[in-house]
């Protein structure tokens, strides 16, 4: 099994910026393709970014030219640089680890970013 544990989050000013990790306990290249969540208080989970083993990156409209998803294989880590937030980026934010094959999905404990004045 791996595990995945999420850090960098906390509280920061509009127009400020944040770095989050994800650091897996195994090769995250076991993972066809990874990706952020983040869920509000009363709102579903939805997807911000996404990396693929091969590198192709995705990103929700709402977060696209300000966050920026990496992978460093050698440290088992994925990133997401964020950039320019706002309030309406608060929330809680997840790891999530796919492998296609098997249809397995590992997620984080998550970490929260709070975005206010």
């Known amino acids: 099994q791996v595990q995945l544990v999420e850090s960098g989050g906390g509280t920061v000013q509009p127009g400020g910026s944040l770095r989050l990790s994800c650091a897996a306990s195994?090769?995250?290249?076991?993972?066809?393709?990874m990706g952020w969540y983040r869920q509000a208080p009363g709102k579903q989970r939805e997807l911000v970014a996404t990396?693929?083993?091969?590198?192709?990156?995705t990103y929700a409209d709402s977060v696209k030219g300000r966050f920026t998803i990496s992978r460093d294989n050698a440290k088992n880590t994925m990133y997401l640089q964020m950039n320019s937030l706002k309030p309406e980026d608060t929330a809680g934010y997840y790891c999530?680890?796919?492998?296609?094959?098997?249809?397995?999905?590992?997620w984080g404990q998550g970490t929260q970013v709070t975005v206010s004045s």
């Open positions: 999530n680890g796919q492998r296609h094959f098997s249809g397995i999905n590992y």
């Open positions: 195994g090769n995250i290249l076991m993972f066809d393709a």
């Open positions: 990396i693929t083993r091969g590198g192709t990156t």
